[in-house]
């Protein structure tokens, strides 16, 4: 389940931090039922340390011009929130309508409508578009320190790694696991330098990629990704994607190495 929320007034415009997804996840928490907010933000769903909040958001996509430290949208804003979750999305509309606004780093942005966006229909093989940076990270360590590895689109291991973090998720939302066959995630348009970003996360700066994405997988995959996003730190707003065209040809069995490492 999707939800579109339109924000803002087009005859006056709103400022936020140029860095705002922590702002944005706390309003989130901040408008759910309470019990619901602290279970999802302490507990999770999953076991050990692979736990997973499913849902995620959008960056807020509208024009927009850069003001120092701020982001300044003159004719309003859309925001993309998305969970398989549907008591999750209930309690949030029931509370952000009641408000009838949301506020960010202590700003008031009048919220103008909430759509309840339809499920797509599932297709073998999509064209997925990014609408807020996908990140994808390992800890390693060298004799002396430990640093944190960001992988890149076009390198072999991310695809691979999008699906079995896709498989996790499927596994304990659905109960089982559901092999994921021959799914991929590859970049069919990722400009190096256009679709790289670097955000700043509680203090954390995190890299993510934006830009499109050739995705084959299952359905129960498919669902996941579209509702509670690819990759890492979704609930943090990364790897939030819709549909962005099908791919009309049958898919191929597997992707060629070439693809794989981005020739």
């Known amino acids: 389940m999707r939800l579109k929320l339109l924000l803002g007034k087009r005859n006056k415009s709103f400022a936020v931090p140029t860095h705002y997804n922590y702002f ?14 602290q279970q999802l933000h302490d507990e999770g769903i999953g076991e050990g340390t692979k736990r997973f909040r ?28 998305a969970s ?37 229909a599932y297709q073998p093989e999509v064209i997925l578009k990014a609408l807020s940076p996908i990140t994808l990270r390992e800890t390693l360590r060298q004799p002396s320190e430990k640093y944190t590895y960001y992988y890149t689109p076009h390198e072999p291991d991310f695809s691979e790694r999008i699906i079995s973090n896709l498989r996790s998720k499927v596994r304990f939302w659905y109960g089982r696991d559901i092999p994921p066959g021959d799914a991929y995630c590859l970049p069919h348009a990722v400009d190096p330098q256009k679709n790289y970003h670097v955000i700043n996360f509680k203090g954390t700066w995190v890299k993510g990629w934006s830009g499109l994405y050739r995705f084959h997988a299952p359905p129960e995959y498919f669902q996941m990704a579209i509702e509670a996003g690819i990759g890492e730190r979704n609930s943090g707003g990364f790897g939030c994607v819709e549909v962005y065209q099908p791919v009309r040809k049958k898919p191929r069995k597997h992707p060629s190495e070439q693809e794989l490492n981005g020739v």
């Not at 944005?24 to 907010?37: E, G, N, T, W």
């Not at 850069?66 to 859309?78: K, V």
């Not at 398989?84 to 780093?105: K, Y």
């Open 24 to 37: 944005l996840q706390s309003l989130i928490y901040h408008h759910l039922d309470a019990h619901l907010a």
């Open 84 to 120: 398989p979750n549907h008591a999750f999305l209930e309690s949030l509309v029931l509370r952000l309508l009641a408000q009838g606004e949301i506020v960010v780093d202590e700003q008031s942005i009048p919220l103008y409508k909430i759509e309840v966006l339809p499920q797509p």
């Open 54 to 81: 499913y849902f995620t958001f959008s960056r807020l996509i509208g024009h927009f011009q850069r003001q120092g430290e701020q982001l300044i949208f003159p004719r309003g804003a859309i925001l993309y929130i």
